[in-house]
């Protein structure tokens, strides 16, 4: 954040402008579901335009919830599961995952974590956050499957990082997170 913006934001909003404030309020703004669809066509081709609302409260506004956006997106493995859901299944003992699925295709309240285990009652909400063009639901459930690269024969197993951590349940903890960060 450089001094010109700091200086321009404390003549707006006042002296105890920082610029960390700034930065979320970037932050914030950026995350703005009337900035994005407004500024989508400009968005794809050139860097983003922050503009400075006219209003300090509004500033304020942005500058917090994007605080506490950035807390959750940085934090994202430790959010409590979404309390909505209901875990079916979960014996305390069989996390391993092959690939996670919906039961039926476009039925994505519920997804079968494996043979075991079954996620039900998932918000519409939670798949309306999209990262790269997916949900970050979605994304979750691609990235953490066994698979085997066809050139190489190398396997990747999400389960033995799990291993690894030393949490057998990091992956369903995982998605249990991100299903509640994708609400909030």
Known sequence: VSDFILKRARENYGDRVTKEDIFYYV???LH???????FANDLKKMLPR???VDKSADFWKFSIAGRKL??????????DPCPDVTIEGDDGKSYTVEKMRFPKK??????????HITISDIPDKAYEYVVNGKS????????YQVKTDKKSGIKNDPND???EVGNPRYILDLL????????Q
């Open 136 to 143: 970050a639901i979605a994304w979750i459930m691609e990235r």
């Open 50 to 52: 922050i503009p400075l």
């Open 106 to 115: 476009g039925e994505q309240n519920t997804i079968i974590y494996n043979s």
């Open 161 to 163: 990082w799990a291993t």
């Open 70 to 79: 950035a807390e959750l997106h940085i934090n994202y493995e430790s959010v």
């Open 27 to 29: 932050y914030g703004i």
């Open 32 to 38: 703005n579901p009337d900035y994005r669809t407004t």
């Open 176 to 183: 249990l997170s991100i299903i509640n960060v994708s609400v």
